[in-house]
């Protein structure tokens, strides 16, 4: 039977007490849905992780994808999901309705995710690939090209990817070479090599639709000359499915995540691979951005359902593990206790829990920002997405790295059957790895964040954040209990202020290199006091849980959401300290460090 | 068709340590208990939908699928997930579970089954909570139907079903007139053990268990008519026919012994283990 892989009642308590999800359907445009849509979506969730991705997790990493004769085979649980997903309409759920969507809040559809995430990640990643390279299509694609290829990757019969990455072109997309060149049919012809491309190419759907981009011959050169196709593996013709001329020609050998293949893509061998331009020419990078920044909030939400995943395996092998007797106590003739009866056990959970559940929140306080911004106009609205665009490489970032620390302490409670296969937990710490890595390593998001998103309209987003954070603290001050956590996030606050200050000095300068070479210890800081303030967020709902005369298993939940954040400030947000202090001190270290002191 | 599901809600077996016995031994304590519909009858559910459509193009429904249960308001939520899974209507009588047995299920059963006049109704082949398989064969014997339990295959014919019944040493086939009882057991949802009279020769469901709530249904499901009737409506004064006496946890597993030989081991299983 499929193991506890995510906590439900979690979920719930963000959803609707910390997040009021409910009153989103007050307004348009998410007035068809209720709390009772919201429930029975995430029932269907549970049911889909326990019956159709847990059963092959194990299986799916021992037998990972293999390239035969052209197609990459995958394991056939994917098409299960695929259908269900598609059949199901879960696929389209919070695309807009007027691009043949369902329109139910993404808030929602995250903690969907999230179940589906927890119990495979490998296989969840399939539909919500098909789900972005849809949405991308809908949102800058002619109504005629989406018509070919949308009700098809709608209905989880045809996958979507998103092919960017070129052997010379990862992190720096500007030196994208793979070549557009028109012709008189309105179609373009491609030719280029594409690498690192997720579920390309597969034998459980019928055929592959590839977000793509390229340049138009002649097109300017870096960012400004991208342009996006649609180029499908086998394109839609009067006379049905053709070749289109997109090869796989390897399939990548991963650490973890191993269900899900990652491919190496060849594009117009024989001349004739045809792409049809999505929206206006040398705007791809634009448009493709929109997915990305969507898909950064999934890759954090990923690592934060991985270690959640490792949470509860390592909870229960702690319960259950007899080892040792207590400190205090060592009479040998006494029973060995429970090794969660100690103490340095006691804190490696209370860290994972820690990392997972104020990951968790900050996931879905972006993709609230984002709801809210649908259902307000004006400034109000754009007060929601500036927030969400500057808190996403901390949504990003934060669970990416944080996880993976998490996962390893979830290993350690295992001991030396942590290490062994006997166990998912060394499956999950290989499985959580990719996070930091893909969609934009840290260091990328790092530079977003700071070179970009704090700086960007005299910092105007930043300054929202501290309202934001600000507005918080005033409330838990309120709050019998919660004064000096108040006080704590407000001196973690002032430090960024601080640290901010420092480093936008330093961009005023023209120390452009200055200011962004330790951009990812900004990101931790930045990153922890954001998870700080959405813990103070959640200890401010349970106690307002605790007021209403909960029932026992109630109270019992809010008590230990309240030690879990008791932890959170007491161990993890005293970490900003290190970091800060460096910011401050700017001595340039690294800069100066010339390649020839590696020895 | 027109066929009426009853359902049962039952604690999460998959919670079955949740379930706990106060010192009095007098009730099951149902705080905290997670309740979900008893699996069986998910299955009967997944049976009257499939008898109700071409498995080709399951949205064009063939029939009406009406899903009735007994329990308080909070059951509600059962009944919408059926709605959700594909049911079109919902009846709920309002009761509590300590108001019922078997008995009296079966004759607000009756009452309803007079009431909806239905081809057919289908239901678990037992509960998993109190594991009773009872409330079936009472309502077909109120009736006056016919009835097939166990019920592994279902094949629609003119008039009736053919119903092929898990039996001890095999499938016993049996041919049940219209209007009937059927109970359904766990291997009515492999892909081809149901065929109604639409679904084409070779045809199997892809999956294997009670299909997943698409989205717009759940979301048209709160649309749905979800009916409220009182049990004293149905049944009058009549009041419960059993009464349970007392309740215990299952004794705690004892530990092991070794045994130094197999010797040893065959006398064991033969005189204390009385296995063999």
Same mark, same amino acid.
């Given at each position: 039977?499929a193991?506890?892989v995510i906590?439900?009642?979690?979920?719930?308590?963000?959803?609707?007490?910390?997040?009021?999800?409910?009153?989103?359907?007050?307004?348009?445009?998410?007035?068809?849905?209720?709390?009772?849509?919201?429930?029975?979506?995430?029932?269907?969730a549970?049911?889909l992780g326990r019956e159709v991705l847990w059963p092959p997790f194990r299986e799916m990493d021992q037998e990972p994808p293999v390239l035969i004769d052209g197609r990459v085979r995958v394991h056939p649980s994917i098409r299960a999901l695929l259908r269900e997903c598609g059949?199901g309409?879960w696929i389209n759920a919070?695309?807009?309705?007027?691009?043949?969507?369902?329109?139910?809040?993404?808030?929602?559809m995250t903690?969907f995710r999230a179940i589906l995430a927890a119990a495979n990640y490998s296989t969840s990643v399939f539909p919500a690939l098909t789900a972005g390279a849809a949405h991308l299509l809908?949102?800058?694609?002619?109504?005629?090209?989406?018509?070919?290829?949308?009700?098809k990757m709608y209905a989880g019969e045809w996958q979507g990817t998103m092919a960017l990455t070129e052997p010379?072109?990862g992190s720096?997309?500007?030196?994208?070479?793979?070549?557009?060149?028109?012709?008189?049919?309105?179609?373009?012809?491609?030719?280029?090599q594409k690498i690192f491309i997720s579920a390309a190419r597969h034998d459980q759907a019928e055929n592959g639709v590839n977000l793509l981009l390229?340049?138009?011959?002649?097109?300017?050169?870096?960012?400004?000359?991208?342009?996006?196709?649609?180029v499908p593996d086998?394109?839609?013709?009067?006379?049905?499915?053709?070749?289109?001329?997109v090869t796989c020609t390897s399939v990548y050998h991963k650490v973890g995540y191993r269900g899900a293949p990652i491919t190496q893509l060849s594009l117009?061998?024989?001349?004739?691979?045809?792409?049809?331009?999505?929206?206006?020419?040398?705007?791809?990078?634009?448009?493709m951005?929109?997915m990305m920044?969507e898909a950064r909030i999934e890759v954090g939400l990923g690592a934060t359902a991985i270690a959640s995943a490792a949470?509860?395996a390592?909870?229960?092998?702690?319960?259950?593990?007899?080892?040792?007797?207590?400190?205090?106590?060592?009479?040998? &003739?006494?029973?060995?206790?429970?090794?969660?009866?100690?103490?340095?056990?006691?804190?490696?959970?209370?860290?994972?829990? &820690?990392?997972?559940?104020?990951?968790?929140?900050?996931v879905?306080?972006?993709?609230?920002?984002?709801?809210?911004?649908?259902?307000?106009?004006?400034?109000?609205?754009?007060?929601?997405?500036?927030?969400?665009?500057?808190?996403?490489?901390? #949504?990003k970032s934060?669970p990416a790295?944080?996880a993976i620390?998490?996962v390893?302490?979830?290993?350690?409670?295992?001991?030396?059957?942590?290490?062994?296969a006997?166990?998912a937990l060394e499956q999950y710490y290989r499985d959580v790895r990719i996070h930091t890595i893909h969609e934009g390593t840290t260091?990328?998001?790092?530079?977003?964040?700071? @070179?970009?998103?704090?700086?960007?309209?005299?910092?105007?987003?930043?300054?929202?954040?501290?309202?934001?954070? @600000?507005?918080?603290?005033?409330?838990?001050?309120?709050? #019998?209990?919660?004064?000096?956590?108040?006080?704590?996030?407000? #001196?973690?606050?002032?430090?960024?202020?601080?640290?901010?200050?420092?480093?936008?000095?330093?961009?005023?300068?023209?120390?452009?290199?200055?200011?962004?070479?330790?951009?990812?210890?900004?990101?931790?800081?930045?990153?922890?006091?954001?998870? &700080?303030?959405?813990?103070?967020?959640?200890?401010?709902?349970?106690?307002?849980?605790?007021?209403?005369?909960?029932?026992?298993?109630?109270?019992?939940?809010?008590?230990?959401?309240?030690?879990?954040?008791?932890?959170?400030?007491?161990?993890?947000?005293?970490?900003?300290?290190?970091?800060?202090?460096?910011?401050?001190?700017?001595?340039?270290?690294?800069?100066?460090?010339?390649?020839?002191?590696?020895? | 068709?027109?066929?009426?599901?009853?359902?049962?809600?039952?604690?999460?077996?998959?919670?079955?340590?949740?379930?706990?016995?106060?010192?009095?031994?007098?009730?099951?304590?149902?705080?905290?208990?997670?309740?979900?519909?008893?699996?069986?009858?998910?299955?009967?559910?997944?049976?009257?939908?499939?008898?109700?459509?071409?498995?080709?193009?399951?949205?064009?429904?063939? $029939?009406?699928?009406?899903?009735?249960?007994?329990?308080?308001?909070?059951?509600?939520?059962?009944?919408?997930?059926?709605?959700?899974?594909?049911?079109?209507?919902?009846?709920?009588?309002?009761?509590?579970?300590?108001?019922?047995?078997?008995?009296?299920?079966?004759?607000?059963?009756?009452?309803?089954?007079?009431?909806?006049?239905?081809?057919?109704?289908?239901?678990?082949?037992?509960?998993?909570? $109190?594991?009773?398989?009872?409330?079936?064969?009472?309502?077909?014997?109120?009736?006056?139907?016919?009835?097939?339990?166990?019920?592994?295959?279902?094949?629609?014919?003119?008039?009736?079903?053919?119903?092929?019944?898990?039996?001890?040493?095999?499938?016993?086939?049996?041919?049940?007139?219209?209007?009937?009882?059927?109970?359904?057991?766990?291997?009515?949802?492999?892909?081809?053990?149901?065929?109604?009279?639409?679904?084409?020769?070779?045809?199997?469901?892809?999956?294997?268990?009670?299909?997943?709530?698409?989205?717009?249904?759940?979301?048209?499901?709160?649309?749905?008519?979800?009916?409220?009737?009182?049990?004293?409506?149905?049944?009058?004064?009549?009041?419960?026919?059993?009464?349970?006496?007392?309740?215990?946890?299952?004794?705690?597993?004892?530990?092991?012994?070794?045994?130094?030989?197999?010797?040893?081991?065959?006398?064991?299983?033969?005189?204390?283990?009385?296995?063999?």
């Amino acid at each position: 039977m499929a193991p506890t892989v995510i906590d439900a009642r979690n979920l719930e308590f963000l959803l609707y007490e910390q997040f009021g999800v409910e009153s989103l359907t007050e307004h348009a445009p998410f007035t068809d849905h209720s709390r009772e849509t919201f429930d029975l979506a995430l029932a269907t969730a549970h049911k889909l992780g326990r019956e159709v991705l847990w059963p092959p997790f194990r299986e799916m990493d021992q037998e990972p994808p293999v390239l035969i004769d052209g197609r990459v085979r995958v394991h056939p649980s994917i098409r299960a999901l695929l259908r269900e997903c598609g059949q199901g309409g879960w696929i389209n759920a919070d695309v807009p309705v007027a691009h043949g969507g369902l329109q139910i809040p993404r808030t929602v559809m995250t903690a969907f995710r999230a179940i589906l995430a927890a119990a495979n990640y490998s296989t969840s990643v399939f539909p919500a690939l098909t789900a972005g390279a849809a949405h991308l299509l809908a949102s800058f694609g002619a109504e005629e090209l989406g018509a070919l290829y949308l009700p098809k990757m709608y209905a989880g019969e045809w996958q979507g990817t998103m092919a960017l990455t070129e052997p010379q072109a990862g992190s720096s997309l500007s030196d994208i070479r793979t070549r557009a060149t028109p012709t008189t049919e309105g179609h373009y012809l491609i030719h280029g090599q594409k690498i690192f491309i997720s579920a390309a190419r597969h034998d459980q759907a019928e055929n592959g639709v590839n977000l793509l981009l390229a340049r138009i011959d002649g097109a300017p050169a870096g960012v400004k000359g991208i342009s996006l196709f649609v180029v499908p593996d086998r394109r839609p013709t009067d006379s049905g499915l053709v070749d289109n001329d997109v090869t796989c020609t390897s399939v990548y050998h991963k650490v973890g995540y191993r269900g899900a293949p990652i491919t190496q893509l060849s594009l117009g061998d024989a001349g004739d691979c045809r792409g049809w331009l999505v929206g206006q020419p040398h705007s791809g990078l634009r448009y493709m951005f929109q997915m990305m920044n969507e898909a950064r909030i999934e890759v954090g939400l990923g690592a934060t359902a991985i270690a959640s995943a490792a949470y509860h395996a390592a909870l229960d092998y702690a319960r259950h593990r007899p080892q040792g007797r207590p400190i205090t106590s060592k009479d040998p &003739a006494q029973a060995q206790v429970p090794i969660i009866e100690h103490a340095d056990v006691k804190r490696m959970l209370l860290f994972q829990r &820690a990392v997972v559940e104020g990951s968790l929140s900050l996931v879905l306080q972006c993709t609230h920002y984002s709801d809210l911004a649908q259902t307000l106009q004006g400034d109000a609205r754009e007060r929601c997405e500036l927030l969400l665009d500057l808190l996403t490489p901390a #949504a990003k970032s934060y669970p990416a790295e944080q996880a993976i620390l998490a996962v390893s302490q979830g290993l350690q409670c295992l001991g030396g059957y942590g290490y062994c296969a006997d166990f998912a937990l060394e499956q999950y710490y290989r499985d959580v790895r990719i996070h930091t890595i893909h969609e934009g390593t840290t260091g990328i998001q790092a530079l977003d964040l700071l @070179g970009r998103k704090v700086v960007r309209d005299g910092g105007k987003a930043m300054f929202l954040f501290l309202d934001e954070v @600000g507005t918080s603290i005033s409330e838990a001050r309120g709050v #019998a209990g919660l004064g000096a956590h108040a006080a704590q996030l407000q #001196a973690a606050l002032d430090r960024l202020t601080a640290v901010t200050q420092h480093l936008t000095g330093l961009a005023l300068e023209g120390k452009i290199d200055l200011f962004l070479a330790d951009a990812t210890l900004y990101l931790e800081v930045f990153g922890t006091v954001a998870v &700080a303030w959405q813990w103070l967020r959640q200890a401010m709902t349970a106690e307002r849980g605790l007021e209403r005369d909960p029932s026992e298993a109630d109270a019992r939940f809010y008590r230990s959401k309240l030690s879990a954040f008791r932890f959170f400030f007491a161990y993890e947000l005293p970490k900003v300290e290190g970091p800060a202090a460096r910011l401050l001190d700017s001595d340039g270290l690294t800069l100066k460090t010339e390649e020839e002191l590696f020895a | 068709m027109k066929i009426l599901v009853a359902l049962k809600r039952v604690a999460d077996p998959a919670n079955h340590n949740k379930v706990k016995i106060p010192a009095a031994g007098d009730k099951i304590d149902t705080a905290g208990l997670e309740w979900q519909i008893n699996p069986f009858d998910l299955y009967a559910l997944e049976t009257a939908l499939r008898l109700t459509e071409d498995g080709k193009a399951p949205k064009t429904r063939l $029939g009406e699928v009406v899903a009735v249960t007994l329990g308080p308001a909070e059951t509600e939520t059962n009944l919408r997930s059926a709605l959700a899974t594909g049911a079109d209507r919902a009846i709920r009588v309002d009761t509590t579970d300590d108001a019922l047995d078997g008995r009296l299920v079966a004759a607000a059963l009756q009452k309803l089954v007079e009431e909806e006049k239905p081809d057919l109704v289908l239901m678990g082949k037992q509960v998993v909570d $109190g594991e009773n398989n009872y409330v079936g064969q009472a309502l077909a014997e109120l009736l006056d139907w016919p009835m097939a339990t166990f019920a592994a295959t279902i094949k629609e014919e003119a008039g009736g079903l053919l119903v092929g019944r898990e039996v001890d040493g095999g499938v016993s086939t049996l041919r049940v007139k219209f209007p009937a009882v059927v109970t359904v057991d766990l291997r009515i949802v492999a892909p081809d053990s149901v065929r109604s009279s639409k679904t084409a020769e070779g045809f199997k469901y892809p999956y294997e268990e009670v299909r997943f709530a698409p989205l717009p249904a759940i979301m048209q499901a709160k649309k749905k008519p979800l009916a409220v009737k009182k049990l004293a409506d149905l049944v009058g004064g009549a009041t419960l026919s059993s009464k349970y006496v007392k309740f215990e946890a299952p004794p705690a597993r004892k530990a092991g012994v070794k045994v130094k030989d197999v010797q040893e081991l065959v006398q064991k299983l033969a005189t204390e283990a009385k296995a063999i």
